[in-house]
């Protein structure tokens, strides 16, 4: 069983930066689609960005050119880095792992975290 940890979340300011993990365990990461979601208040679930095996990445609309996601294989963990953050971006953030699809636009991943609280205020 697949197991996801996230870490790093907080509350910064406008503009800030932060950079969350998600240590994955019970499975080899690197051998897996691997994904970012993000769930506001009173909002549905969004993709943030994906990353595949083969390290075909993708991001949705809203965070391109201001995310980062990447992973380190040899300590199995998934990063996002996060800057120019604005207020829109406070959401709980959640990992992912194993999709047949392997897009931001499909929420068909096998396994989740329980997610990183991220707040930005002005």
């Known amino acids: 069983q697949m197991r996801l940890v996230e870490s790093g979340g907080g509350s910064v300011q406008t503009g800030s930066s932060l950079r969350l993990s998600c240590a994955a365990s019970?499975?080899?990461?690197?051998?897996?689609?691997m994904a970012w979601f993000r769930q506001a208040p009173g909002k549905e679930r969004e993709g943030v960005a994906s990353?595949?095996?083969?390290?075909?990445?993708e991001y949705a609309e809203f965070v391109k050119g201001r995310f980062t996601i990447s992973r380190d294989n040899t300590k199995n963990t998934l990063f996002l880095q996060m800057t120019s953050l604005k207020s829109d971006d406070t959401a709980m953030y959640y990992c992912?792992?194993?999709?047949?699809?392997?897009?931001?636009?499909?929420?068909?991943?096998?396994?989740w975290g329980q997610g990183t609280q991220v707040t930005v205020s002005s």
């Open positions: 992912a792992a194993i999709s047949p699809s392997c897009s931001t636009a499909s929420q068909d991943y096998v396994h």
């Open positions: 019970g499975w080899p990461s690197s051998t897996r689609c």
């Open positions: 990353i595949s095996t083969y390290g075909k990445i």
